[in-house]
């Protein structure tokens, strides 16, 4: 069981600022583990490690300064981000109504969570399917996103898509394990999707070019901010 993993990143910038290489390096790790392919690592002076069909879940949290500043503009179209689900945080203050959770009983109240959550997958039998009224939201939700052509815009698109039938049916599990895809497990994972393009769009558009065209954006942000003479 040992290559399935939950992760929690909460300065990922540190690791951004030293992962400036794809091909050779973390980039391209990051996206063999998100496809599922078998692992094979040789570490000098040791056997090689196999981790067979792994499966990854990576939260993290990135100063948007840090991401500006680190993000290599190449990793956009090698689909590196396309794998990313990106959420903005909100303005508003969190307000404790209780005392605050311990992060060690917050992991281990997930840990049950996913365990219970295991049995009832394992207990389901046969395919997951899909109510013909959630395609249409699915559709309808596809339409929503445009079509622009632009590689990297297109390919986050894309994948994000395939993250909305896995979305809702995590949602449907939740709701009822045996039932198919119901419209209203859809709605819930386009609104979260939803929520994910616009992050991804503010992201990708506020770091993506070089350092002269990212100071031309600001600089044009700032000068129609001051509207007119």
Do not use: H
């Amino acid at each position: 069981p040992r290559n399935k993993l939950l992760i929690g990143i909460d300065e990922y910038g540190t690791i951004l600022a030293t992962g400036r290489s794809y091909g050779a390096g973390l980039g391209g790790m990051l996206c063999r583990l998100y496809d599922g392919e078998t692992l094979r690592r040789v570490r000098s002076g040791k056997r090689m490690r196999v981790i067979e069909n792994p499966r990854l879940t990576i939260l993290a949290a990135c100063a948007y300064g840090m991401l500006e500043k680190y993000l290599d503009p190449v990793d956009w179209i090698t689909g590196l981000y396309a794998r990313f689900l990106f959420v903005q945080p909100g303005k508003s203050e969190k307000v404790f109504e209780e005392i605050p959770k311990s992060p060690d009983r917050e992991r281990d109240l997930c840990r049950a969570y996913l365990a219970d959550l295991q049995k009832e997958l394992k207990a389901t039998k046969g395919g997951v399917d899909i109510e013909p009224e959630a395609s249409e939201v699915y559709k309808d939700f596809r339409r929503k996103l445009g079509t622009s052509e632009e590689p990297t815009e297109a390919a986050q698109r894309e994948r994000l898509m395939t993250m909305v039938y896995k979305l809702a049916c995590l949602y449907q599990i939740d709701e009822a394990p045996q039932a198919s895809i119901s419209p209203a497990s859809m709605a819930k994972a386009t609104v979260l999707a939803a929520g994910s393009w616009n992050s991804f769009l503010n992201v990708y558009r506020g770091t993506s070019g070089d350092d002269f065209t990212r100071l031309a954006k600001k600089i044009l942000k700032a000068v129609e901010e001051c509207g007119q003479a």
